[in-house]
Each structure stands twice: as structure tokens, then as C-alpha cells.
Antibody, heavy 120, light 108 residues
Framework: EVQLVESGGGLIQPGGSLRLSCAVS????????MNWVRQAPGRGLEWVSI???????DYADSVEGRFTISRDNSKNTVYLQMSRLRAEDTAVYYC??????????????WGQGTLVTVSS | EIVLTQSPGTLSLSPGERATLSCRAS???????LAWYQQKPGQAPRLLIY???RRATGIPDRFSGSGSGTDFTLTITRLEPEDFAVYYC??????????FGQGTTVEI
């Protein structure tokens, strides 16, 4: 059974750093593209970042240079290191698996999400 | 960046009625790289449709997707009580950023 479990969210002051984790089971994390998608309170979904099977990465403009996605194959876990956090980064952060490659990048499995609140 | 605009913002219907949700893109993109998700309060999104018209595993056949180019539609025939939720379209064409529509709320 495929499962994605996020952790690491919490209350953090503006300018601070936080690392989110997404522990996966039921598949090998390095065999799939893995994404982070966020949702601000009462708002819609926003794609944040992706790590490809080869290890390369992409980011939304809003987080480029501040967030870093990575994975630990030995732990079957994906991470999102967030730094220089701003109030507008406040959101539930979801880890989501892409079903496949090229024309199959839709997210077929999602974690339950972890809430990040940036506030003084 | 491809902008997806969903309409209407809110759809007020009754169980048993038909729901038609629209998703319009600011530019055409690779045929079929359009998905629909359902989200209920406090839950993660759930994949309904991918490839514009293909139902995900376990999704009832009352959900159907159609469209191409810049205009896409999600249709829910005969609404069930559990279908009242927010629905998002999502384009996953070749290059990031991959974008979502702002959502349509289907309410009683």
C-alpha cells in the first residue's frame, strides 16, 4: 500500500528555517518524481517543488533560492528545507507523488499534509 | 506560466442533480495533461481524472472529464451527498511551474 507521511511543520518566526520530511512506503522514492504542494489557509493549491528520479530539481518562482528539495534513498524519504521564511509561506504542505514521467506527472498519491505557520 | 481559470466559483446544487465544472487555460498545452482533484475539508486532494478524461482507480463512473486545447470540463452526473467538495483542475505539461485552478466549490 502506498503511503506518504509528512512531518516537521510548526510555528516559526519570519526569517527562520524549517525542514519538512515526507516518509514514503509502498514504493521506492527514487523511482518516482516527488513534489511538494502547498495550500495557504482558505486558499487553493500551489505547486512548490519537484525532485526528479535523476536527482535534479525545480522550484516555483516564489520559493526559488529559499527552499531546497532533497531525498534520502536509504530512508525512502523526501525533504523540503525551507529558509528565510515569510508570512506568505504559511500553509499546509503536502507531499505528492507523480504517477509517471513526461505526460504522466499528475499527482496520484498525496500525504495528509503538515501545517507551517510563519508568525512572530 | 499557464494560468487555469475555473468557473463557476461556487455551484449550488442538490443531490441527484448534474454538475458541470469548467477549467480554461490561458494557453494551449500538451494534449491531455490535465487532471482533476476533489478536496474535502481537512483532507488532502484526491485524484479523480487524469489525461483530461481518464478516471483514476476507484473513481465512480458518475465522474467524467472532457476537453482539449484550452477548455476542459468535469461533469458529475447524479450528485451524491459525498460529492459536495472543492474541485481543482491541474495542468502538468512539460515544463514547470505546474499550475492549479483556483477551485470550484460544489455545495448543497
Amino acid at each position: 500500500e502506498v503511503q506518504l507521511v509528512e512531518s516537521g511543520g510548526g510555528l516559526i518566526q519570519p526569517g527562520g528555517s524549517l525542514r519538512l520530511s515526507c516518509a514514503v512506503s509502498g514504493f521506492i522514492v527514487s523511482d518516482k518524481y516527488m513534489n511538494w504542494v502547498r495550500q495557504a489557509p482558505g486558499r487553493g493549491l500551489e505547486w512548490v517543488s519537484i525532485i526528479y528520479t535523476g536527482g535534479s530539481t525545480d522550484y516555483a518562482d516564489s520559493v526559488e533560492g529559499r527552499f531546497t528539495i532533497s531525498r534520502d534513498n536509504s530512508k525512502n524519504t523526501v525533504y523540503l528545507q525551507m529558509s528565510r521564511l515569510r508570512a506568505e509561506d504559511t500553509a499546509v504542505y503536502y507531499c505528492a507523488r507523480s504517477a509517471g514521467y513526461t505526460t504522466s506527472r499528475y499527482a496520484d498519491y498525496w500525504g495528509q499534509g503538515t501545517l507551517v505557520t510563519v508568525s512572530s | 506560466e499557464i494560468v487555469l481559470t475555473q468557473s463557476p466559483g461556487t455551484l449550488s446544487l442538490s443531490p441527484g442533480e448534474r454538475a458541470t465544472l469548467s477549467c480554461r487555460a490561458s494557453q494551449s498545452f500538451s494534449s491531455g495533461c490535465l487532471a482533476w482533484y476533489q478536496q474535502k475539508p481537512g483532507q488532502a486532494p484526491r485524484l479523480l481524472i487524469y489525461g483530461a478524461s481518464r478516471r483514476a482507480t476507484g473513481i465512480p463512473d458518475r465522474f467524467s472529464g472532457s476537453g482539449s486545447g484550452t477548455d476542459f470540463t468535469l461533469t458529475i452526473t447524479r450528485l451524491e451527498p459525498e460529492d459536495f467538495a472543492v474541485y481543482y483542475c491541474h495542468q502538468y505539461d512539460n515544463s514547470p511551474p505546474w499550475t492549479f485552478g483556483q477551485g470550484t466549490t460544489v455545495e448543497i
